[in-house]
Nanobody
């Protein structure tokens, strides 16, 4: 099994920055792409950014130019650098990892709260 643990969430002011971390453990050889999703109350979970093992990245339009995803395969860790934060970025941010063994299966972390005050 694979376990994902997020950290780095918290309360920041609008315009500030925050960096999230996600550490994978367990059968990490099963992991392909990794990424970040977020979910605000009453809304569906949405894609924020993804990072494949060969360093391809993808960003949601709402965060493009402000957020940067990076990955350290040696540490089995993915990061999300968030700059110029806005109140609408407030959500629970979830780490995600794609399984290379079971088609269509994804691992999820417990989430970390990010709150941006005006």
């Amino acid at each position: 099994q694979v376990q994902l643990v997020e950290s780095g969430g918290g309360l920041v002011q609008a315009g500030g920055s925050l960096r999230l971390s996600c550490k994978a453990s367990g059968r990490t050889y099963r992991i392909g792409a990794m990424g970040w999703y977020r979910q605000a109350p009453g809304r569906q979970r949405e894609l924020v950014a993804t990072f494949t093992r060969d360093s391809s990245t993808n960003y949601a339009d709402s965060v493009k130019g402000r957020f940067t995803i990076s990955r350290d395969n040696a540490k089995n860790t993915v990061y999300l650098q968030m700059n110029s934060l806005k109140p609408e970025d407030t959500a629970v941010y979830y780490c995600n990892a794609e399984s290379t063994v079971t088609t269509g299966y994804y691992y999820w972390g417990q989430g970390t709260q990010v709150t941006v005050s005006a």
